[in-house]
């Protein structure tokens, strides 16, 4: 797969679980969270790509899957083309992951006050690469 297509179908995987995670807030904020965490991650991911950020996505070839050091590598380095917004965006949705799905933590208030920021990496992320 070429790596215009591969930015595709991220971006593409990236919309689908931004809109679950949306519809799931009020019913269930812990897939909510989850969800819209793995929209942050396919748009990182999809920059990743888009960028040819070739240092952080040969660590992951080698390793056969992405790791939290590489992510926050393509954090930081998106947020040096796209500006710092990206990496607070990056933030909220790892409060997301960690605090609304593993620890069980958050409230549909709360999710629902973290997901525009995920929701601005997903969109920009899709106009970026257009």
């Known amino acids: 797969m070429g790596a215009e297509a591969e930015v595709e179908r991220r971006i593409d995987f990236a919309l689908k679980r931004l809109e679950e995670g949306r519809s799931l807030v009020d019913k269930d904020p812990v897939q909510a969270s989850e969800k819209l965490y793995k929209a942050a991650e396919e748009a990182v991911k999809a920059l990743a790509h888009y960028l040819a950020l070739d240092d952080v996505l040969k660590r992951v070839s080698e390793r056969g899957r ?28 790892w409060v997301l992951r960690v605090w609304g799905f593993h620890e069980v933590k958050l409230d549909p208030d709360y999710v629902r006050r973290q997901a525009p920021d995920v929701e601005r990496m997903v969109l920009e992320a899709r106009e970026a690469v257009r």
């Open 66 to 93: 992405w790791t939290v050091t590489e992510f926050e590598r393509a954090v930081l380095r998106i947020s040096d083309k796209l500006g710092g917004w990206f990496r607070h965006s990056w933030n909220s949705a």
